[in-house]
């Protein structure tokens, strides 16, 4: 049973621009949204996370915003560069430090 | 100050073989997480230590098991390895009650 449906599997975007990655959740015990970053050959980097009693979360060019009652959360990247080309997975989990349910990724790639 | 790190970086193994991978975790934390990621899937929980108990378990079978030291460090054990225990095995420690940081992970290829 998938529990975090993430969308898009892959994106392309154009340097200097936003980019967009939505994920949603079934489990409402889970109060912890992390995303994390990951290279090809490397483990996930965690990106910024958010819990549920905010509704927005910035962090110099990366934005989680969250909505509770439609079970869905979102990470903006705002002017994407090359540098940010990864896979950027979704997770939840319920506090404290339980296990991580991920989405199954976003390939992004920023094009020059 | 170093992060979590795992070995051994990458392993071969045959069908029906056992394997070990080790982790240790970064300085300063208690709790370690091994997670299993398939080749284009997110990483899947296979279980969680805290003061050397298994704390949390994944649906994974029994042929998974685990092992944590005083020194946090930790090992996972596969046994009976088949072709689709074929994944990067990513270790995740943490301190705070919800921070996991992930070492680079040891790709496991069964033939």
């Known amino acids: 049973q998938q529990q975090v449906k993430q969308s898009p599997q892959s994106l392309i975007v154009q340097k200097g621009g936003i980019s967009i990655i939505n994920c949603a959740y079934e489990n409402t015990a889970f109060d912890y949204f992390p995303w994390y970053q990951q290279f090809p050959g490397k483990g996930p980097a965690l990106l910024i996370a958010i819990r549920p009693d905010v509704s927005e979360k910035k962090e110099g060019r990366f934005t989680i915003s969250f909505n509770k009652s439609a079970k869905q959360f979102s990470l903006h990247i705002m002017d994407s560069q090359p540098g940010d080309s990864a896979t950027y997975f979704c997770a939840a989990s319920t506090l404290p430090a339980s296990k991580l349910t991920f989405g199954t990724g976003t390939r992004l790639q920023v094009t020059l | 100050d170093a992060g979590v790190t795992q070995s051994p970086t990458h392993l071969i193994k045959t069908r029906g073989q056992q394997v070990t991978l080790r982790c240790s975790p970064k300085s300063g934390h208690d709790t370690v997480s091994w997670y299993q990621q398939a080749l284009g899937q997110g990483p899947q929980f296979i279980f969680q230590y805290y003061e050397e108990e298994e704390r949390q378990r994944g649906n994974f079978p029994d042929r998974f098991s685990g092992h944590q030291f005083p020194n946090y460090s930790s090992e996972l054990n596969v046994n009976a390895l088949w072709l689709g225990d074929s994944a990067l095995y990513l270790c995740?420690?943490?301190?705070?009650?919800?921070?996991?940081?992930f070492g680079p992970g040891t790709r496991l290829t069964v033939l």
């Open positions: 995740a420690s943490s301190f705070d009650p919800d921070t996991q940081y």
